[in-house]
């Protein structure tokens, strides 16, 4: 895209770029995906409830936290509660876009579009906000298309479940970690987004040592988010 193109406001990313930009993210979804759907099926749930569960409630650790909480005979109350505050930095991920979208995509559409937003497809997006222009075009091909990723992959496990007791011996633990630090390696161009990563990922650690058992809880999570944040807006001002 050149210069005159970047400086026209009609100008912007079309569906194909979104869809393109969503293929990494899908094949990283796969085997975490395909692991849920195993588990599920092994919980009790059928296949059509896991594929469904990945349909209309779109988030992968809150989606384990409810077959964890399931099988250990928690109450739905209790899932709910965790869901909810997993997926709060959520709102701060969604607020970040407003500048970028603001303007661009109409709001309805674009809050409509954002209930596809996830780690993977924000850390995307915002790259390439930074260079382009959003379209709805580009966020439904993006979002949608992550989407529908998730809900085959877990459709596929949740089919395979009754052939699979353990899905620790396929080796699927390291889709997630290595997805995430790709991602964070494309965030990072400069100094401010380096040191915001480096203050999240002390807080994760100092918090995870100092209580154990928070490693995987939301509050850590959300400490991390607002830490890293506050570092790297007063690093971007001061550089």
């Known amino acids: 895209m050149t210069n005159q193109e970047r400086t026209d406001p009609k100008a912007g990313l079309p569906l194909q770029t979104g869809i393109t930009d969503a293929l990494p993210i899908v094949l990283g979804y796969l085997p975490l995906g395909f692991a849920f759907g195993v588990l599920a099926k092994n919980t009790g749930i059928t296949v059509f409830q896991a594929t469904m569960m990945s349909l209309l409630s779109f988030t992968g650790a809150g989606q384990y936290i409810a077959i964890g909480i399931l099988k250990a005979g928690g109450a739905v109350a209790t899932i ?24 661009r995509v109409p709001p309805p559409l674009g809050a ?59 080796g699927l633990g390291f889709a997630l970690p290595a997805m995430y630090t790709c991602l964070l390696v494309l965030m990072i161009e400069r100094r401010p987004h380096l040191r915001a990563a480096v203050a999240a ?10 209580f154990p058992g928070t490693m995987e809880s ?22």
């Open 112 to 170: 409509l579009l954002s209930y596809g937003l996830t780690d993977e497809t924000y850390a995307v997006a915002m790259t390439r906000y930074r260079n382009y222009y959003p379209t709805t075009a580009y966020l439904a091909g993006l979002n949608i298309t992550a989407h529908l990723g998730w809900i085959g992959s877990t459709l596929l496990g949740a089919l395979a479940g009754n052939y699979i007791a353990d899905t620790g011996e396929l």
């Open 80 to 103: 709910i509660m965790a869901n909810i505050l997993v997926n709060l930095r959520y709102l701060l991920f969604s607020a970040s876009t407003v500048p970028y979208l603001k303007d």
């Open 201 to 210: 990922a002390v807080t994760c650690l100092a918090t995870g040592y100092l």
């Open 218 to 239: 939301l509050s850590n999570i959300i400490l991390a988010t607002i830490i890293g944040a506050t570092i790297g807006v007063i690093s971007d001002q001061s550089s």
